[in-house]
């Protein structure tokens, strides 16, 4: 069932090796002027993947990381070396929620277990973790298309649902579907007039690199903007809806997601359009009852933004730098979108109001703690 629902997907992000140990990765770093498998073995090369986001969005880091620690149990089952890849993978990224997620989760279901059997549970639960997103995502598309039917019912023939996002919170950067971009495909596959205006999203480029590399794997309509443009569109009546993922949603409904979502989310209020936040649970930190004071925000390389790579007119892919020598460069990789510009929070289990009675309505599991 899960991989009929994946099956429609002309790439896969993570998954076993033919070998049946080993992982293969789609190496997004390439992306879009090459498609690259890169195979990871150990423990160091999952961590490494993570780090330098040749996988990249909270979804698929966590599944990344899970992989990884069936890796570590591949070539060492004991109880020291599971400590070391659960501390290893907790150390790459600060903000993703669903990195800690899952490591958590694989230790607390290996740390108990004999040694003979960890290789063994490890694969089987981080396969698990990696099915379990694909099936997520697909609920969380299926919550979301009511959204954009509603609007499709009040525009005139020929005129689009015009759906603005941020970075990359599409199939790429999940296992499956993606979290923003699920209603969307379900849409289209609908046969729902939609086009997409997709943010480049400096200073990695997610949106013009990824998100629109996904968007026309797919045949959907897009159109790649600057990411000062959105506000102007929103002003013009070209936005009919936002939709973004996030890396940490705090229990408050507040959300973190790439830097400049928060610009978005702003404008969006300021023009009376609504603004979705599309999530998997794991995606939650119910620890964090303040994003502005609980959540981490990752400061990245300056390389980052002083750097991009592109194609030049001979077909090679190379880097050119944008500024002088010696110029100092902030890059803050994150932004944390306060819950009362957020209309609503797109999970596996409906749409929750962005706020902690909203989120444990849902999950009353976890809100009542």
Not at 219 to 241: C, E, F, K, S
Not at 295 to 323: D, H
Request: proline share 4%.
């Amino acid at each position: 069932m899960v991989d009929s629902i994946a099956s429609d997907c002309t790439f896969r992000t993570i998954g076993l090796a033919n070998d049946q140990w080993a992982v293969d990765i789609l190496d997004q770093t390439y992306l879009p002027h090459e498609h690259v498998i890169k195979r990871l073995e150990t423990l160091g090369d999952a961590a490494e993947a993570i780090c330098a986001m040749r996988v990249r969005g909270a979804p698929l880091i966590g599944a990344t990381a899970a992989y990884g620690m069936a890796l570590a149990m591949h070539y060492d089952c004991g109880d020291e070396n599971l400590e070391k890849a659960a501390s290893t993978l907790i150390g790459t990224r600060p903000t993703a929620v669903n990195l800690a997620w899952a490591v958590n989760d694989m230790y607390s279901v290996l740390q108990p277990l004999s040694s003979k059997v960890r290789r063994d549970v490890a694969y089987a639960r981080a396969s698990k973790i990696r099915a379990e997103d694909i099936s997520i995502n697909h609920r969380i598309g299926k919550y979301g298309l009511p959204l954009l039917e509603e609007i499709a019912r009040h525009k005139s023939a020929g005129s689009p649902v015009n759906i603005l996002t941020h970075c990359n919170a599409g199939a790429l950067a999940t296992v499956g579907w993606g979290t923003a971009t699920a209603p969307v495909y379900m849409a289209h596959e609908k046969g729902l007039d939609i086009h997409v205006w997709v943010d480049e999203t400096r200073p990695r480029n997610q949106g013009a690199s990824l998100t629109a590399w996904e968007l026309d794997q797919r045949g959907v309509p897009y159109t790649v903007i600057a990411d000062n443009t959105g506000g102007h569109l929103m002003q013009r009546g070209y936005v009919d809806i936002c939709i973004t993922g996030t890396d940490r949603t705090a229990a408050n409904g507040d959300v973190a997601n790439k830097i400049g979502t928060y610009l978005k989310a702003l404008a969006a209020r300021d023009n009376n359009i609504p603004f979705f936040v599309a999530l998997p649970s794991p995606t939650i930190d119910w620890g964090a009852q303040d994003g502005m004071k609980d959540i981490p925000i990752e400061q990245r390389a300056a390389e980052e933004v002083s750097w991009i790579s592109g194609r030049t007119k001979s077909g090679t892919v190379e880097k050119v730098c944008m500024v002088l020598n010696e110029t100092a460069v902030a890059n803050y990789a994150f932004d944390v979108t306060p819950a009362r510009l957020v209309t609503g929070l797109i999970t596996e289990r409906g749409i929750a109001e962005a706020s902690c009675e909203g989120l444990a309505t849902l999950f009353p599991e976890y809100g009542t703690k």
